[in-house]
Structure formats: C-alpha cells, structure tokens
C-alpha cells in the first residue's frame, strides 16, 4: 500500500471520527448520570445543522473573526498531519517534531483568543483572558513532559518516540513515562476545556473559557470551531495512546496491521472516553484561581518526569 | 413582650395627638391614621420603643372617595405576632410623603415604588432614582393611578442610570436582560478587576404586567387565578396569602380541614423547590449528577402533586373560604414523601461528601447578618445569615400553630448555608406533611364568604418557599377589589445580592445567584 495514501488515510480517519469520540464521552456521562442521553451520533447531526445554517457576524467584527475559524481549523488539521495514529515511522515525521505540535497548538489558541476579543463582547473578552491564562501554564507542561519522553527515545520525532517505546515495552513503567503521563493528561484535559477546568455542557457564559471565546459564532463558522475543539480532543487522546501504550500501532503497511491498528486504537480512546466521562462525573469545576494550582501540579510533574529520565537514561 | 394595650400607649405618647382613630380590629392588628408630619415618629416608636419592622408600604389612590392619595405603613414585629397598619394621606394636588430613607433602607424602594407607580413625592429621600419605572414611560404616566388609562409609548432614548465605577483596570460587564439559560429577564451590570467583583447593580422590571392592577375590580374569587399566576413557582404560597386576606377582610374562619389541607399544599410546594434547586446549585458547580437526580425526584413530587391535587403546580386546589378539594382515598401520600425525601437526602449525601464542590460552596457569596438585618432580608436566605424569623413560627397561619417543626438557622450566610438551610427545611416538610395528614381533622372544605366590609384594609402573612408572602388588600362599596399589594420576598431579597458578591470573582456569580434564586416575576410584578 502507498506511503502517502496511508499519510492521507490517517487525516480522513482522524477528521471523521473526532466528531464520535466527543459524542461517545457525552454519551457515557449521560448514561453515569441515570439519563437516556443523545446517541454518540449526535454530533454529527449538529454539524449537519450548523453547515446548513446561515452563519451571523457582528457588525462590530473585523476580518480577524471571519479568518480565526479557518486559522484554527487549519492549524489543527496540520497537527492530525503530524501525530503517529496508526502508524510508525511515516514519511510525514520528517515535516515536523513535538515542538511544531506545540506551538501549532498555540497558533489555534493565539486565533481563538483574538477571534474572542474581536467583537467586543463582554463575554467573549472574559473567554479570551482564560483561555489564555491556562494555555500559558499548560504549554511549558506539554514541553516538558514530551520531551522527558524524547529524552528516552533520543529524538523530538514523535514517531521515534513512539517506536523506541515499542521495541523497548518496559520503557513504558520507568518512572519518567508514568509521570509524564500524568503530566500530559492533566494538560490534555486543560487544553481541551473540559472538567474541572472548563464545563463544556455549561450555558452560564460567566463561567465558560472556550465556550465563552466562540459565544459570537454561529453557522458554518461555529461548526468548524466545533469540529476543530473536536479534533483536538481526538489528537491529544491518540497522543495520550500511541505515547504511553504503543501496542497494536502498525510499524508496516500491510492491511493486516493497519487494520489491527484501527481495532486497538479504537479499544485504546474508547478506555480513554470512559475514564474522562467517569472523571466528568466524579468532579466538580474547580474555582477559577484554583486551575493555576492544578496546572502548576501538573507542571511540576513533568520536570519531575523530565528529571527521572534524565538520570535514569 | 408588647401587648397591644402598651404599644397603643406607646404610639399615644410619641405621637401626642397625631395618631388618631386607633382601633384594634382581629385580635392582633392595631389600625389607626396618622398625621403626615409624623411619619418619622411613627417609625422610631415603633421600630425603637416596640421592636416592630417596617414590612411594608402600600400606595393607595382614594382621590375618589378621600379626596387624596393614603399610604398604609405595616409593621410587624420579628418574634411576636401582632401588626400595626398606619394610613397616612398625601393630598390629590402635588402629593408627597416624608420619606423614611435615611432610617430604614427597605422603606426607601417602597417609596422609590410608590412614586413610579402613583406619582406621590418621598420628600427627603437620598436616592430617587426610578424603580419600577420602564424608560418607555411618559414622566406624567402613574400606572397605578385609577385614572390612568392606555397610552402609546416611546423609547426615551436615555440610558438607566446605573451607579458607575471608576478607575484603572475597571470594567463594565453587561449581562442580560436575555439570558442563555431558560430563565425571567434581569440585567445585571459588574464593574470588574480582572476577575474581582467589586460593585453589581441589578435591573428588573422587565416582566412589569401590572399584576397589582389587573386584581382591581374583580371579585374576591375572581382573585384567585391571577394570585396562581404571581410566580409560577409559588402557586400555593401567593395563593395562600391571597385567600387569607379576602378571609380576614370579611371575616370568616377556615374549617380545621381546610387548615390542614392548606399545610399539606405549601410544604409540598416547599419540597420541589427545595430539591429541584439544590440540584441547579450543583449544576452550577459542574456536578451534573445531583443535578439529573434532583430533577428526577422533582418529577416524582411534581407526579404526587397531580395525584393530590390533580395540578403539577398545584393550581385550583385553594379559594377563599378554605380549598376546592380533598385528598384522593387510598393514597399515602405522606409516605410517598418521605420515600422521595430519602431518595433526596442520598443524593444531598453523595454531593456533600465531594470536596471539589464543598469547595465552590464554602465562602462563596457571604451575605453578613448586619447586611441582611439592613436589608430586611426573609426567608431562607435570611435563616442562612442567622436572621431567625419564620412566619411559620412567628405569625401562625393555616394550622401551623397546632404543628411541631424545626426553623434551622446558620450563620455562616455563604451558598452553603443557603444550600444547607433549605435540605433542613425539606426534612421538616415532610415531617410537616406526615403530622398535618395523621392529626386531619373531619369536616367542611371550605366555608361562603361573608359580604366584605368596603375600604377596610386586610392584609396577611405567608412563609412561601423563598420566604415571607405579603398581600394587603382593599375592597369597594361594591365588594370588588379596590386595591391589591402583593409582596414577593424577591422584593426585599434581590437587592442584597449585590452584596453577596461583592470580592466574589465572576464565575462565581451564578452559583451565588442559584443560592439565592429569587423570582422575577414576583419582583416585576
């Protein structure tokens, strides 16, 4: 099978199935909480509606509103280019390593946050500040804990990262990896705005971060920085994965094992969704000054993990 | 203790000559006129010598019979229950009044009320900026006068003078009148730094239906579907103190089982609210669990509700003269209560034991006990600021004075309180609910009203869920309504939200809004 048609495969398969994954964790948490729930489908449909809708834009916005979603979308399609998801090595980890990865994160925040101000409402200001409160004190963590990761594998490639783990599998209970992985899932839960940071269910604009940002949008706009939140959710789940638990990503591009990959990766978000829907369930928001203390923690066990890889290398 | 022979000597001495036609009427309510200049005395001998609270004022146009407009002064006091209702008259000409605002802060929005709606002057008052009053109002328009008719309006194009906050790094966040949850319109303005509250000046008025004026001219009974509609979520209660007044203007005792019955009725209404928001508070602390819970057991009681009284919200089951219906045979409705009441506790058990929403709960939106006092605060969220008063308890009513139950009270004034107060008052609902149906005496339903006696203020007290219900009313020569003041606790309550918040950070404000939960529609009325 061609090289590049798999690279292709990878996009389309990350695309389509973000949208799922969110509905599977929606599904799970109305399902712990005694209700009948919308079946995991159900954000499709709201992207059908979205798209069909006309999309309304303050008379106060600038072409910067009009540009973000795209900006956005962008950024966080580039990064489903970049991330191992069902195979190692590929041609495209020569494009770019786990600093592009975060800092192409930030680009869609730094547009997001801008996309938030434009406008000039209330809320969409309050949303900006947040978010990028937390994403200053998420992004050193997401440095640091990939990198203690790369300190192993001897390389920023993700794809050798993944690959040193799975020809060494032992690597995967040394100190470092287990502390990076709980740095990382911290930070995945920050970046992607859900509970105890940000209530991705909630209508109380005073209290949201992301939603707050995108409170201005509506239509195919709204729908693109819907699938793109999505999309990143997909992304870090998957990287959270192939990270920590390489098994079953395919290292050859037999449709045996690209299939096998498919199956584990699948088994692998769907333990994932459940035990962010369990986590969901459990906690409550935490009070807006106490994130930072949370992120700080999170922080300080990625230079923990960092450390231990280090002078256990 | 006061009796009312030493309170009649009290107003005699303070206000040699200026209080006259004092009369007792009711066993426990002193009436009597008083002198327009002596106002201010009225409010010191009372308040100072005896104790009583201003509980509210009534503006009343009797330009037709009177020649002049007659505002009433009710006063109640805390613990012992007697009232005193003053009339004081303000001229048809240029009408004014001496305002209490530099005493007593709940008299000064009665009196800002009073002048939007008739027009009477509060001469001295330190803030009169409009209360009531939508911007669309010609400046010669009085609602409530009786010769006040239709009129088109139109936007003066002037913005509500909202107190400003100046200064760096402060800023104004807008939010509302509409708002992105299913809820009344109220706009709320935050002057803001960074993420610290330090000023929130609230507006309503949004939902004005003229509630007050639509019950004039209608016969007493006639009264009763508009009292339902007062808040939705306090049918029984506003009902209640609707029925209760007519029955005291003309004069009629309720049979013990309507009494009883009446009992049942408010704590349920007290129950569903009490559970259906203790899962909104925890919503709003992201704990969407307790939420879904309480909303399932809120069915359950809205369920038994219609099976009682054959309304989910329990309309048509009161009028005046006692209620329209019994309980349905072979129906254990006390036990269904306290089953749901258990399904209830484990849920408020569960929520309580997790520190991450204990943790949004604690010290958030502390309303101090002074605060509360200054503001006139009832209800629950009095209790919660360790403000002690129940009219329940204080001004027995229906047949709460033959029941046995608990008023918890805390102190900490913070959303935990408020959240903790009313799982305590659940519990003495149901406990309320089984007594009332063990001791139901056998008997009448409901009694006919007597004629009422015309240009007789009545008035009564009620402990709806939120707290304190006031209806004063009036009858005409006819024995229609003449006039009808309705008090919602929202009324009072509203306004200490604001400081509540105050060093509260934004996203804190709707939980602290949540705990609090007063209605808009009973405000605007």
Not at chain 1, 81 to 88: A, E, M, R
Not at chain 1, 240 to 250: E, M, Q, S, T, V
Not at chain 2, 2 to 16: E, F, K, R, V
Not at chain 2, 154 to 181: C, L, N, T
Request: proline share 6%; aromatic share 10%.
């Amino acid at each position: 099978m061609s090289a590049w048609f798999v690279e292709i495969f990878q996009v389309v398969f990350v695309v389509a199935l973000a949208p799922g994954l969110v509905g599977l964790i929606r599904w799970i948490k109305a399902r712990l909480q005694s209700r009948l729930g919308a079946p995991p489908g159900q954000p499709y449909r709201e992207l059908g509606k979205l798209f069909h809708k006309e999309a309304v834009v303050s008379k106060n916005a600038s072409w910067i509103f009009r540009f973000a979603p795209y900006a956005v979308s962008a950024s966080t399609l580039a990064i489903a280019f970049l991330v191992p998801v069902l195979v190692v090595p590929r041609r495209l980890d020569m494009v770019g390593d786990l600093f592009v990865v975060v800092y192409l994160l930030l680009l869609g925040t730094f547009w997001l946050a801008l996309a938030g101000l434009d406008p000039g409402s209330a809320f969409g200001g309050m949303g900006s500040s947040r978010e990028v409160t937390v994403a200053a004190l998420a992004e050193p963590t997401t440095a640091t804990a990939i990198f203690s990761l790369a300190l192993g594998a001897g390389s920023t490639n993700l794809g050798a990262i993944v690959a040193a783990a799975l020809n060494d599998p032992w690597t995967v209970l040394t100190p470092g990896h287990l502390l990076a992985f709980a740095a990382l899932f911290i930070v995945a839960i920050a970046e992607t705005g859900r509970l105890p940071v940000d209530n991705p269910s909630t209508h109380l604009e005073l209290t949201m971060i992301h939603e707050a940002m995108i409170l201005e949008y509506s239509g195919r706009y709204l729908a693109l920085l819907e699938w793109a939140a999505w999309l990143k959710l997909f992304v870090f789940l998957s990287l959270l994965a192939n990270l920590f638990f390489p098994w079953g990503i395919a290292t050859t591009l037999t449709p045996g094992a690209l299939s096998w990959a498919i199956v584990t990766l699948l088994v692998k978000l769907a333990l994932l969704a459940v035990v962010i829907a369990v986590m969901e369930t459990r906690v409550a928001k935490l009070r807006l000054f106490r994130v930072p203390e949370l992120l700080t923690a999170s922080f300080v066990l990625a230079l923990l993990a960092i450390t231990s890889s280090f002078l256990l290398r | 203790m006061n009796d009312l022979g030493s309170i009649i000597n009290a107003l005699n001495q303070a206000l040699p000559g200026r209080a006259t036609v004092i009369r007792i009427a009711r066993t426990n309510e002193i009436h009597c006129r008083v002198d327009p200049t002596a106002v201010r005395d009225l409010f010191a001998a009372l308040s100072r010598t005896c104790g009583a609270e201003l509980v509210l004022m009534v503006g009343n146009d009797r330009r037709e019979d009177r020649g002049g407009f007659e505002i009433h002064y009710l006063f109640a006091h805390r613990r012992e229950n007697w009232f005193v209702d003053a009339a004081v008259p303000a001229p048809a000409e240029d009408p004014r009044i001496v305002s209490l605002g530099t005493l007593c802060y709940p008299a000064s929005r009665f009196e800002r009320e009073i002048f939007d709606l008739f027009g009477v002057v509060p001469a001295g008052h330190p803030d009169p900026r409009p209360l009531v009053r939508h911007g669309f109002w010609p400046k010669d328009y009085f609602p409530l006068r009786k010769d006040a008719g239709p009129r088109t309006f139109s936007d003066d194009g002037r913005p509500f003078p909202f107190q400003e906050v100046g200064g760096e790094g402060i800023y104004e966040i807008p939010v509302g009148p509409v708002h992105a949850g299913v809820i009344e319109p109220g706009h709320f303005r935050f002057s803001v730094v960074g993420e610290t509250i330090i000023d929130m000046k609230a507006r309503f008025y949004f939902t004005h239906k003229g509630t007050e004026k639509l019950f004039e001219g209608r016969r007493p009974q006639e009264g009763v579907e508009l009292a339902e509609r007062i808040s939705g979520d306090t049918t029984v209660g506003h009902t209640l103190a609707f029925c209760q007044a007519i029955e005291s203007l003309s004069g009629v005792a309720v049979p013990p089982r309507a009494r009883y019955l009446r009992v049942v009725l408010l704590e349920l209404e007290r129950l569903y609210n009490h559970v259906a928001d203790f899962g909104m508070i925890a919503n709003d602390t992201g704990f969407a669990f307790a939420h879904s819970h309480c909303f399932r057991i809120r069915e359950r009681l809205l369920r038994l509700n219609k099976r009682a009284s054959g309304s989910r919200l329990l309309r048509g089951s009161l009028i005046p003269g006692g209620v329209v219906q019994d309980l349905p045979r072979d129906f254990d409705l006390a036990g269904e209560v306290e089953s749901a009441l258990a399904d209830f506790q484990e849920i408020v058990e569960i929520t309580l034991a997790n520190r991450m929403v204990t943790d949004r709960l604690e010290g958030t939106g502390q309303l101090t006990a002074r605060t509360a006092r200054d503001h006139g605060v009832v209800g629950f969220v009095g209790r919660a600021s360790g403000i002690d008063t129940d009219a329940r308890r204080d001004h027995p009513f229906a047949a709460y004075g033959e029941l046995k139950f608990k008023v918890p009270v805390l102190e900490s004034g913070d959303v935990k309180a408020r959240t903790l107060v009313r799982v305590a008052e659940a519990r003495e609902s149901a406990r309320l609910i089984r007594q009332a149906l063990e001791r139901l005496p056998a008997g009448p339903l409901s009694v006919p009203l007597n004629a009422c006696p015309p240009f007789e203020p009545a008035f009564s007290v009620v402990e709806g869920w939120r707290g304190a219900i006031v209806h004063w009313l009036m009858a005409d020569a006819a024995g229609k309504l003449y006039r009808v003041k309705i008090m919602d606790p929202s009324f009072v309550n509203w306004h200490s939200l604001s400081y509540a918040l105050l060093k509260n950070i934004v996203p804190d404000f709707p939980l602290c809004n949540k705990s609090y939960n007063q209605s808009y529609s009973g405000n605007d009325l």
